[in-house]
């Protein structure tokens, strides 16, 4: 920042675009500042006082107006699912069309999840992922590795991985015969990431105990969807969370738990933080606001849409409120969205008579930064915690910063102008841009809006119009998590 010669910018022009007038929001604070831009970097942030420039119109090739808006960085969503096999079918977005919504809603970059099952060679799955991605996307992406089948091939394979980008692994206490790691697994691929420095993500549900109620559901007739959340009680949230921070401390691996929904799971984390553990916890919107009683319990099958796991938790116990208070204090450290839709015509409809058959997911990509906002705008959140958790945070949390995650010099040029005047009310016929035969979040009004989303450089959103392109999406060679101890 602070004043720069118009003779240094020339020098290295090569396709410059200046962003005006807004208010550029960061972790650490607002400001008043243009942003240059210079081909797929930022350039310079530039105190609109100093500018040394006469008319940026005649010196630039571009130029934004963001008067009366925020400019951020691009969102990082650490945590969907594009194309992900599920319960015998696939969900319903494509990196394509995934990618595509996600530039709608301001998000620049997603983290998906390459998957290793049990007697499959992890760098073959890896490899998997890559050629769906290829070519594919609308914006950048990096990958987890999902571990299904923790071996000793497993093991060293996590090495390799570390070194091609991958430096960070996630394993299942739920899902027992799918994805399931038993304690001695999830302690052996921890040992390797302490080792390796890799990051340990944890679906922190205790599946052996809720197969079986499950099953005690099913067979009293308790089939609608409602039950896969009452199947799923906090209690054993809370217990495998708990689980996995113990198992994290005795190998010394930094543990990062995935969409937490119970407050006392929270509450485990919380204390192991204040103990000093190196834990992190992610939520995602639907925890904040979707419930057991509104959503799973609503009326017929329409539950269905909004069955994942961990499951919504109940309004009436205050899981909501309480995840918001622990947004405030830091301890929940990023909202990603688990984004991983299918369709309720022919693939929610594989559970009608059996919630266990319900594929398990919902779509987020798209609405994440707006639904996010609306806590700034009810008081829950500052403006600078909202670009934390959806930017700045996941990028350090997995190793992408400063490339991703914040607008200042020299890194990419992925940039949102957002508009706190503007409304958006999401609906199928509205703001709909995945591939998905019905909205997440459907009826939800924002105030706020994205007007106009930039990755690297390259305006691909304006004022709802797609200007990208798939292939413009480059994959990203992650480095280590910043928050290793
Ligand atoms: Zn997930």
Redesign the pocket.
Known sequence: MGRITLAAIRSVAMSTTYIRGGTVVSPTGSQALDVLIDGERIAALVDPELAPFGDPDRTFDRVLDASGRYVIPGGVDA?T?MEMPFGGTVASDTFETGTRAAAHGGTTTIID?AIQRQGERVQDTLAAWHTKAAGNCAIDYGFHQILGGVDSDALKAMDELVAEGVTSF?LFMAYPGVYYSDDGQILRAMQQCASNGALTMM?AENGIAIDQLVAQHIERGETSPYYHGVSRPWELEEEATHRAIMLAKVTGAPLYV??VSAKQAMEQIATARGRGANVFAETCPQYLYLSLEEQLGAAGFEGAKWVCSTPLRSREERHQDELWRYIRTGDVATVST?H?PFCFKGQKEMGIDDFSKIPN?MAGVEHRIDLMYQGVVNGNLSLERWVDVCATTPARMFGLYPRKGIISPGADADVVIYDPNAHTSIGFDKTHHSNLDHSTWEGFEIDGGVQTVLSRGTVVVDRGQYLGGKGHGSYLKRGLSQYLI
């Open positions: 945590h699912h999840f996630k679906h995935v969409h688990d991983c997911g």
